[in-house]
């Protein structure tokens, strides 16, 4: 798994899109709704919890929002 950023796997990252998302490993569950809402942003490492992928500006930013939206902590963010 290739994270968007290597040496902050969580984030906060900035997308080609403008938007910067990051996941608070601290409330993170590891549910993984995010990675089904978003599947080219988010993805659970080897701890289960979610990490952004290189491939997340795939995404759209309308995904992202989804996929923060459904985090049942609120671990993720975007802005």
């Known amino acids: 798994m290739a994270f968007k950023d290597e040496s902050k796997p969580s984030g906060p990252v900035t997308l080609a899109n403008g938007a910067t998302?990051?996941?608070d490993r601290d409330l993170c569950i590891g549910c993984g709704?995010?990675?089904a809402i978003a599947s080219n942003t988010f993805g659970l490492d080897g701890e289960?919890?979610?990490t952004i992928?290189?491939?997340a500006d795939a995404d759209s930013k309308e995904a992202i929002e989804s996929a923060k939206n459904g985090c049942p902590v609120g671990a993720i963010s975007v802005n």
């Open 21 to 23: 998302v990051a996941v």
């Open 33 to 35: 709704g995010c990675t």
């Open 48 to 50: 289960g919890k979610s």
């Open 53 to 55: 992928l290189s491939s």
